[in-house]
């Protein structure tokens, strides 16, 4: 079975671009999660989808913003980028049952000249 | 504020000895614990997870055990493989209200593990 697959895998932008990132879950999960990953740091939430409804959203600016398809696959837009940006932006999907663990893709590397 | 704290950035120990990880949390809400494993250019790949009415559990080479009046929780590894170097980053969550979906991850920084051959 195919597990959660992101692309691209490496994106360059510069300052006040805008950027969409994509994510297909693994077949079965209904939810989907993006997180932010810095140099040093672990992954921070920023959002989480559920059958296209967003069940939780991160301390992160209005900036960011995402959405999920009919399919389950799921877009993260950021807009006016700034360096601070730069980052790896990891998908994870899951059943979202009680006790059962968020799977990961491997992420999509962002950097912002 | 950090939820879920790794005090140790870095550890080493030899190929064949036990690799102990430990994690803490503030958040008593939290119910459900995970391990994930991140090797370089790769996402966190799952590892392992207790729930909080467990105090241990078990799969292969890898325990993870539970102490929840310390709020603190930790992975054992025996015996430990060269391929077992990677960064481990504890996380956790906690239920959308009684009996919901399990909510986002909290995960801490994360410790990178070296075993020396």
């Known amino acids: 079975d195919a597990g959660v697959t992101q692309s691209p895998t490496h994106l360059i932008k510069t300052r006040g671009q805008q950027v969409t990132l994509r994510c297909s879950p693994i077949?079965?999960?209904?939810?989907v999660s993006w997180y932010q990953q810095v140099l040093g740091q672990g992954p921070q939430f920023i959002f989480q989808y559920y059958e296209k409804e967003e069940r939780g959203r991160g301390n992160f600016p209005d900036r960011f913003s995402a959405r999920q398809f009919p399919n389950y696959s799921s877009e993260l837009n950021v807009n006016a980028l700034l360096l601070g940006d730069s980052a790896l932006y990891l998908c994870a999907s899951s059943t979202l049952r009680e006790h059962q663990p968020q799977h990961f893709g491997d992420g999509t590397r962002l950097s912002i000249l | 504020d950090q939820q879920v704290k790794q005090n140790s950035p870095s550890l080493s120990v030899q190929e064949g000895r036990i690799s102990i990880l430990n994690c803490d949390y503030t958040n008593s809400m939290f119910d459900y614990f995970l391990w994930y494993k991140k090797y370089p250019a790769e996402g966190p790949t799952f590892l392992i997870s207790?729930?909080?009415?467990?105090d241990k559990n078990e799969d292969g080479r890898f325990t993870v055990f539970l102490n929840k009046s310390a709020k603190h929780l930790s992975l054992h590894i025996v015996p430990s493989q060269p391929g077992d170097s990677a960064v481990y980053f504890c996380a956790a969550s906690a239920r959308l209200g009684y009996g919901g979906s399990q909510g986002n991850l909290i995960f801490g920084k994360g410790t990178k593990l070296s075993v020396k051959p």
């Open positions: 207790i729930s909080s009415i467990k």
């Open positions: 077949s079965g999960h209904k939810s």
